[in-house]
């Protein structure tokens, strides 16, 4: 079963799209104080310099904000720019339009400020209002605020100002249909995911109790035919047919535990010594059907450590040795298994091949489905290769399948290490 990956979710996350919008506007508004501080330079070195004060703290606003300290930068930005058009309104000769660069202002804040602390920066807003519409029909009022400019210029550098915050507002409801736009794709993309797991949850279900019941029902069967005989050697042939159903149910079972541990356990990288790994896993299958009959071949060019999830790798060998045995074929004169082990410089490719009945092309691409099994003489409950996928792609790696009906099946594992 697919869970949604965890990356698609957070953009989904109303405060994260702000976060990100945020980041967005501010390195907007640099490059808007950038084009000011042009326009300034043929200023007083005291405007230039205030310039550069605010392009300044907009670069700390934005370190801030992707360090995840959002309110801080939040709170920053929103001091500065208040900061700037209190000192404009207060500072300008003339009656002017400085104060409307607040509306964008106030905009933008809400746009980027997200669900929480919205009643606080509600009543900031509403001082600053208060105080820039003050300061502009009063305006100069306050007389430790050195006038700055020539009255001439007022107008032009009011244009700019205007012009500059209106661009960023109208930037900053572009970028958050956006960010809305992306997150809307996220949404979609994590319904898709959700019903896919859905589904394959149903099947899951579905097929868990069929293949429990499979056995256990004939189980009982066998008990009753049992109970009824009293020939020794019947007596012994049904106890080994009962040891068998539960041999059976006992692997199934393991099986959805090794399927339940890889999604509910993180990978563990360790060094890994693959030939005793291999060694270990023939070892434990000696006594599989048909396991004495097969001829074990190994290559390996291994010329640097190997760091992979041990406990995960072995399951996977486990898987693929076994089936390599189970559907061996016993026409043959001679059952092969080969086990290769390459390292490339940047890689690692694992290969495992047998000789045996090999699969029929329209089922090749399926094998790897949850439950599937391609031939009536699989023993097995179909969930093996599936397994085998999901445990090579929690660790960043490749699976692929070649394989030639009557000839045989070779896997082909490639890991990123
Ligand atoms: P099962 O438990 O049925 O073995 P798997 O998921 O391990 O389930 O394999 C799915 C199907 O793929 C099997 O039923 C079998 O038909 C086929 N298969 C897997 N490995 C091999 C192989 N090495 N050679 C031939 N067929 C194979």
Redesign the pocket.
């Given at each position: 079963m697919n869970v949604p990956p965890k990356g698609t979710q957070l953009l989904i996350d109303y405060d994260v799209r702000c976060n990100t919008l945020f980041s967005r506007v501010i390195l907007f508004s640099t490059l808007m104080m950038i084009l000011n501080l042009v326009e300034d330079l043929q200023d007083n070195w005291i405007v230039i310099v205030l310039d550069l004060i605010v392009i300044f703290v907009f670069g700390i606003t934005y370190f801030l904000n992707v360090r995840n300290f959002h309110l801080l930068a939040k709170v920053l930005y929103f001091i500065l720019i208040s900061s700037i058009i209190f000192y404009f309104s207060a500072a300008t000769y003339s009656r002017n339009s400085v104060s409307l660069t607040f509306f964008p202002f106030a905009a933008i804040m809400i746009l980027v400020m997200g669900n929480k602390n919205r009643v606080v920066l509600y009543s900031m807003l509403f001082t600053l209002l208060c105080m820039v519409t003050y300061l502009e029909y009063n305006s100069y009022l306050i007389s430790w605020i050195a006038p700055i400019g020539t009255p001439s210029k007022d107008p032009i550098s009011t244009a700019i100002n205007v012009i500059c915050s209106f661009a960023t507002l109208a930037f900053t409801i572009f970028t958050l249909s956006k960010v809305n736009g992306e997150a809307d794709q996220a949404l979609l993309q994590q319904q898709e995911e959700l019903k896919k797991a859905n589904q394959e949850l149903d099947r899951f279900v579905y097929s868990i109790s069929h293949d429990l019941r499979a056995p256990l029902a004939s189980i009982k069967g066998l008990i009753q035919v049992a109970n009824l005989e009293n020939n020794q050697t019947k007596l012994t042939d049904y106890l080994k047919h009962i040891e068998n159903r539960v041999n059976k149910l006992d692997?199934f079972v393991k099986?959805i535990i090794d399927y339940s541990r890889n999604t509910s356990t993180q990978v563990e990288l360790t060094e890994i010594d693959f030939p005793s790994i291999v060694q270990e896993v023939i070892e434990n299958l000696k006594f599989q059907d048909y396991a004495g009959q097969i001829t074990f071949c190994t290559n390996y060019k291994i010329t640097r450590t190997i760091h992979l999830d041990k406990s995960r790798l072995k399951i996977v060998l486990n898987?693929?040795i076994?089936?390599?045995i189970?559907?061996?074929d016993k026409k043959k004169a001679e059952s092969i298994v080969t086990i290769d082990c390459q390292t490339l410089p940047h890689k690692t490719v694992l290969t495992?091949s047998?000789n045996?009945?090999?699969?029929g092309e329209e089922?090749a691409p399926k094998?790897?489905t949850m439950?599937?099994?391609?031939?009536d003489?699989?023993?097995?409950?179909?969930?093996?290769?599936?397994?085998?996928k999901e445990m090579i792609e929690k660790m960043h790696g490749q699976i692929s399948l070649e394989?030639d009906l009557g000839k045989?099946?070779s896997?082909r594992i490639v890991f990123d290490s």
């Open positions: 692997d099986e898987n693929l076994s089936n390599a189970k559907y061996a495992i047998d045996g009945i090999g699969i089922h094998i790897f439950f599937y099994r391609a031939t003489q699989a023993q097995g409950s179909g969930l093996g290769l599936y397994i085998v394989t045989g099946t896997f």
